[in-house]
């Protein structure tokens, strides 16, 4: 018996590769821009705070040499000392000493993709429920034309407006949340993209959504459309672009001008019925206690408190922004050691 366990857990140790290679073969039939964001979540938490810290001194680079001296101080100050709640292994808290709010900031970026998780998690559990909807993540896309930033922006959003009127749409989808992604191409042009969670009430031939996508562009027809398994990853990917919808590394003075000339460009919304019933929802206690998980609890833990992971006692390092992604690696670095169980 014991045999036959091991057994298996070998064989579908042995399986999982596999079954890695298939999707990837499979996703290489999909726009290869809309896969690369997939990748870049692979990298570690250490690379990922070193790249936010390079975004940030590129901008304020870029903001001086515009003459925003007020904006490229902000942007120095935002996070420029944490305070990191942690046992030494697991890190549960960062309190920054100050936000700039600025809407290309990384870490501003992330504490707004997390302020929207926490908010729409909950109301789309219960959509899902209320409705017997379930979550696609489609991705729209458009022909590359010479065009500035806004009028590409303009283009998709008004491609989208004009989908949702058509009978196709409304008769297979029943609301749901979009966000914009803007990149450029490597011939300078802008690659405007739309993700959407969709919350589709019946299945159809992709086809047949490309071709309704077409009909409303003119001249598009690549979209990429994926079910999603589990909404709380799907909602974490779609919110992402809240957080970096521009390709920022790439950003030149001429790009961070026009930028700061879009006020009010809205990056993430709410459509169809999806909409109004996130506005009248209410959480009641069993919602909340879905969407909790590790968030809530997060909020609770103080210095002192043993970590949920390990038990160990938690304390508050404080660090300056250039220490913080040594501290993630140095944790990365850690062996992931056993889980304690509480002696109580
Ligand atoms: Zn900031
Ligand atoms: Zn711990």
Redesign the pocket.
Known sequence: MKQLTLATALISREVRPVKTRLEIARSAYLDKRVTKSQRESKRTRSERARERLQT?EHLARLAVGLGEVELAD??DR??SRVAVLTCGRHIHRILPNF????RL?????RRRSRKLQNKYLPVMRAFMLHHKVTPVHLVLTQTHRKESRKQSIKRIKDSFGKLQRRMFWNEHFKGGTWSLEVTKDKNGLHHTHLHIIGFRRKFFDIELLRSEWLAVTGDSHVLNLKPILDIAAGLREVVKYVSKPLDIRRFGADDLREFLGLKNMRMFGTFGEFRNFSKDFEPSDNDAAAIGDLESLARDLVEGCACPQCNEPLFDLRMSKNELPQFYEQVESLPPGEVRKSSH
Do not use: A
């Not at 936000?99 to 600025?102: A, Y």
């Not at 900031?105 to 970026?109: E, K, L, R, S």
């Open positions: 940030k902000k942007i935002c996070h936000t700039c709010e600025f900031c990384p870490d501003c970026g």
